[in-house]
């Protein structure tokens, strides 16, 4: 394993699953090692920020904060995404705020320094008089960005390569099972505040041993059965199916229900009997605080089997549930009477057993230890 040795009070965090002890709490309450992990993993991995048909028409925008970083997503020309730091480049007031239309040009909304949808400085007012001022020299700051299955992600790293984030192979499997993808747009969005550290929601959506427990209806509509999984090293697939006559469902059994999970922070699902994708960011907002975002996309237009019994089993049922179990596990890491536990890990690997947070506290390790 890369990174030091971590040890807690009952033991080490070892290579093996079987092996080792969970991540001591401090990973989960301490101020440094978040800030390490915003500089460390969140400014130089692959971020999703959004997807094409949010961004339909030329001069359309959305800005974010993410991991503490201010950016702005436009489309310049019709086949053109641009994404910026959101910040003005006089005396570093935010440009754009929410989502919308910004015409042809961006103002600012401090001294009116305008750019155009290239990140140019068109013009700056009074600035006659200013010795040797280059506008040349005070464009919008770019980041880098690149497109998957219709999905935008941005690193804040110009020398990370797609496949440093296993982009590839998640594209290849994307693509192979929801093909259009590229084409979807957000039927629905939701926002939710949530009283814990984004690892512990990471955790959570990283292991299937909870779900017979804690989510008791949504276990009655998959079998555990289904397509081989894939695991990479900063991404994994899961496959399983769905039962016949689960109610608020029109399943005739066997249809795929699908996970994906791309490090760091994104998650994805898409129930059984339709064609959608629920896409949930885990945004940290300081070491006890997340904002997720979650997106349904779905063909346009259409009219999609299913797809209300998905939005409501997710956002009325199962996330809700979901957030109380994280929100609780954060009160306990926070106490005096837990540091470390075990992983639940079987030898294959599996979902329903705790692999897959021990793979994802591996990378974290990996991640904080370089330099
Ligand atoms: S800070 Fe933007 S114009 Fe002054
Ligand atoms: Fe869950």
């Known amino acids: 394993m890369g990174g030091d040795l971590v040890s807690g009070e009952k033991g080490d965090f070892a290579e093996h ?38 961004l339909p028409e030329v001069g359309n925008y959305i800005t974010d904060e ?8 436009l489309r310049e020309q019709d086949d053109k995404i641009q994404v910026f730091f959101n910040v003005c480049q006089h005396r570093g007031h935010l440009l754009l705020s929410g989502r919308g ?20 400085l068109s013009t700056a007012r009074l600035t006659r008089d200013v010795a040797d001022f280059d506008r040349a020299n005070f464009g919008l700051k770019p980041i880098q960005h690149t ?47 949530i009283k814990a550290n984004w690892k512990v929601i990471v955790d959570n959506f990283s292991e299937g041993y909870h779900i017979p ?32 006559g689960f109610k608020g469902f029109e399943a005739k059994g066997g249809e795929p229900y699908l996970t994906w999970f791309l490090w ?28 997720e975002h979650a997106d349904i996309y779905s063909p346009s237009g259409a009219d999609v089997p299913n797809l209300t019994a998905a939005k409501s089993l997710f956002a009325e049922m199962f996330n809700r549930e979901d957030i109380a179990l994280v929100e609780s596990v954060q009160r306990g890491l926070a106490s005096l009477g837990y540091d470390q536990g075990r992983y639940v890990a079987d030898c294959n690997d599996s979902w329903f057993s705790e692999s897959g947070l021990h ?11 370089k330099a």
């Not at 998640?170 to 693509?175: C, D, M």
């Not at 339709?274 to 070491?287: F, K, T, Y």
């Not at 793979?359 to 230890?369: C, P, S, T, V």
């Open 213 to 244: 427990i804690a989510h008791p209806t949504l276990a009655t509509l998959y079998n555990e059965k289904g397509g081989a999984s894939q695991v990479g090293k900063r991404y994994g697939f899961y496959q399983k199916t769905a039962k016949a």
């Open 66 to 73: 993410i991991a503490g970083q201010p950016i702005l997503v």
């Open 264 to 291: 760091p922070n994104l998650c994805l699902l898409s129930l059984p009997g339709s064609p959608h994708l629920i896409v949930l960011r885990i945004g940290p907002n300081g070491p006890n605080q997340t904002l």
């Open 101 to 120: 239309h910004t015409g042809n040009r961006i103002v600012c909304p401090y001294h009116a320094w305008c750019y155009g949808l290239d990140g140019a």
């Open 17 to 54: 699953a079987q092996n080792s002890f969970t991540l001591p709490s401090r990973y989960y309450t301490d101020d440094d090692i978040h800030q390490q992990e915003l500089c460390k993993i969140f400014q130089r991995s692959w971020l999703y920020v959004g997807h094409i048909s949010d």
């Open 147 to 193: 497109i998957i299955a219709g999905m935008i992600f941005i690193n804040f790293n110009p020398n990370a390569t797609p496949e440093d984030g296993d982009l590839p192979e998640f594209e290849k499997t994307i693509l192979g099972h929801l093909p259009e993808m590229p084409n979807f747009v957000a039927g629905h969005r939701f926002d939710f505040d």
């Open 359 to 369: 793979r994802f506290h591996k990378q974290i390790l990996e991640d904080l230890a």
